[in-house]
């Protein structure tokens, strides 16, 4: 069982930037695949960046260029580094721990880009 904890969220100006973490705790995390999804109003839960147990990554192309993540194994946690942020970025930001066929969420932390 992995309990994963969102924090970083919050309101920024359209270009600023922000840093997400999701902290995980019942399990290390080492041989999970993490993966930062997010859902805005509206519209379905959309996959924003994964990084595998070996650190491959991969990004929507919405992002891609914007957003960096990264994983820090020792301290059991996935970053999301979100920059030029845009008001379409505006979502619900959840973390996923996956491994095999079972996955895990985290609550999520809300980001708000304004004009």
């Known amino acids: 069982q992995v309990q994963l904890v969102e924090s970083g969220g919050g309101l920024v100006q359209s270009g600023g930037s922000l840093r997400l973490s999701c902290a995980a705790s019942?399990?290390?995390?080492?041989?999970?695949?993490m993966g930062w999804y997010r859902q805005a109003p509206g519209k379905q839960r959309e996959l924003v960046a994964i990084?595998?147990?070996?650190?491959?990554?991969n990004y929507a192309d919405s992002v891609k260029g914007r957003f960096t993540i990264s994983r820090d194994n020792a301290k059991n946690t996935v970053y999301l580094q979100m920059n030029s942020l845009k008001p379409e970025d505006t979502a619900v930001y959840s973390c996923?721990?996956?491994?095999?066929?079972?996955?895990?969420w985290g609550q999520g932390t809300q980001v708000t880009v304004a004009l």
């Open positions: 996923s721990a996956q491994w095999r066929v079972t996955t895990y």
């Open positions: 990084i595998t147990s070996g650190g491959s990554t």
């Open positions: 019942g399990s290390r995390i080492s041989i999970y695949t």
